[in-house]
């Protein structure tokens, strides 16, 4: 067991009583989960099992179903990181501009590449899309503090002053030290470049729905001609679609397939 595994229940305790004011703004318990998991992110560099199992119990939810949320955002962590992330900007703009020599000097200095954490567990580094700064590229983010005019020679300086301690930029916590690779990879994906699961054995496993798809023509064939209709939106700005047309969906597709 790591010191951070025999601490959690401490921190569990501390940070119980700021989860339930969280939980109380929202009308449904699992609205509170991004914040709440960005809470315990705070606390320990990443979203450890523990922490994951504690939010699922507490939002009346699986550990599955916080976990999937946890892996579809890209800056909640499943593995420890660096104390300092650097997030370089490879989009068009910073591309032509001076990111390839950036992002070299960068893999040239920190001795890693993309997904990477050194090995004195200081710097993670990732190359990223756009993070709409075009006006000053190249630019990056070091633990989400942008870093903008970014050339080989700046960050010369930018990882020397990181690695004093000089820089304005506040040290990420690390509760556990980190790994050579902080991602979790779909590991037969990765290995064989196929698609995830749920697009296998499909007639289009490039269409993920919208255009040509089935049940979303038929939902807005009844909205348009206002068979159907929405719930007014909730304190949460979010919509609630009508139980009506899941079931007009359901009940068209059923009959489509009895038909073939």
Request: include cysteine.
């Amino acid at each position: 067991m790591s010191e951070r595994e025999a601490k959690f229940p401490a921190l569990l305790a501390e940070l119980r009583p700021h989860c339930e004011r969280l939980i109380a703004q929202y009308e449904r318990k699992r609205s509170a989960l991004l914040p709440i998991v960005h809470l315990f992110q705070e606390r320990e560099g990443y979203v450890s099992h523990e922490a994951m199992r504690a939010v699922a119990a507490m939002l009346d939810l699986t550990p599955a179903e916080v976990e999937s949320t946890v892996s579809f955002y890209t800056l909640f962590f499943r593995r420890p990181i660096g104390k300092y992330l650097i997030q370089v900007c490879r989009g068009l703009s910073c591309s032509i501009n001076g990111a390839p020599e950036v992002m070299a000097r960068c893999r040239e200095r920190l001795g890693v590449g993309h997904l990477g954490t050194t090995a004195d567990g200081l710097f993670s580094y990732e190359e990223v899309e756009c993070l709409a700064a075009c006006d000053r590229a190249t630019c990056a983010q070091v633990n989400l503090e942008f870093v903008y005019d970014l050339t080989p020679a700046a960050v010369d300086a930018m990882l020397d002053d990181l690695r004093a301690g000089t820089a304005t930029v506040r040290p990420l916590v690390q509760t556990d030290p980190p790994g050579a690779i902080w991602s979790i990879r779909q590991d037969e994906q990765v290995a064989t470049g196929t698609k995830a699961l749920g697009s296998r054995g499909v007639t289009n496993p490039n269409n993920a729905g919208g255009v040509g798809d089935a049940a979303g023509l038929i939902m807005l064939d009844r909205i348009v001609n206002k068979t159907v209709s929405f719930h007014e939106a909730t304190r949460e700005r979010a919509v609630r679609d009508s139980r009506a047309v899941r079931d007009v969906v359901e009940e068209e597709e059923a009959q489509a397939h009895a038909g073939h």
